[in-house]
């Protein structure tokens, strides 16, 4: 990249502003800002050459992420939608849990229903018969253990540490009465 192209692409990044919602300068706008400023005389076709050869929207991406990241206020507002994504995506995989969960029990309850005729009618059942009811309330089962556990892995990071508590319990003033026995005379 030579200097005209380098002073190109610096006004071009600086012409993305929060204020401007990170929108740069068209082709032709710069080129008229680059002529105009810094007595640089380029059409705006070259200039799209130039951004598609030295990938400047790639390095728009970069300093957008960078600006929006050193923004306290966007920071915090992007921390927040992250948690309340993580926390409906939680709520949405407990939903959808309890409906494979009802589906699934109320197949079993039709199985057993029909294994109880089977027993009372043949005194017996059938391997297969057996082991697909203990699938079913094995995979309900585990299933509900998985997501309890992603909720305990997702929450964890708001566990304090044994450091954490011995730090707080040292940080504590406590007032110790000392109990004083008294002798009484009878």
Same mark, same amino acid.
């Given at each position: 990249?030579?200097?005209?192209?380098?002073?190109?692409?610096?006004?071009?990044l600086g012409s993305a502003t929060y204020d401007n919602e990170f929108r740069p300068l068209s082709m032709e706008a710069l080129a008229k800002v680059l002529k105009d400023d810094h007595e640089i005389a380029t059409s705006s076709s070259a200039l799209g050459r130039w951004k598609k050869k030295y990938a400047w929207d790639d390095t728009l991406e970069v300093q957008i992420s960078t600006a929006l990241?050193?923004? =306290?206020?966007?920071?915090?507002?992007? +921390?927040?939608?992250?948690?309340? =994504?993580?926390?409906?995506?939680?709520?949405?995989d407990f939903r959808a849990n309890e409906a494979i969960k009802n589906k699934s029990y109320s197949l079993v309850d039709?199985?057993?229903?029909?294994?109880?005729?089977?027993?009372?009618?043949?005194?017996?059942?059938?391997?297969? +018969?057996?082991?697909m009811v203990t699938e079913l309330l094995k995979l309900t089962s585990d299933r509900e253990d998985?997501?309890?556990d992603r909720q305990a892995m997702l929450s964890a990071a708001k566990l304090l540490n044994s450091a954490d508590v011995?730090?707080?319990?040292?940080s504590q003033d406590?007032?110790? =009465?000392?109990?004083i026995e008294v002798e009484v005379d009878e």
């Open positions: 990249m030579n200097d005209d192209q380098r002073t190109a692409l610096k006004v071009w990241l050193k923004n =306290e206020e966007v920071r915090e507002m992007l +921390d927040k939608s992250v948690v309340a =994504e993580g926390a409906e995506k939680i709520f949405d039709r199985q057993l229903d029909y294994y109880e005729k089977q027993m009372q009618l043949h005194h017996s059942l059938s391997e297969k +018969d057996i082991k998985k997501l309890l011995l730090a707080s319990i040292g406590i007032d110790v =009465e000392e109990a």
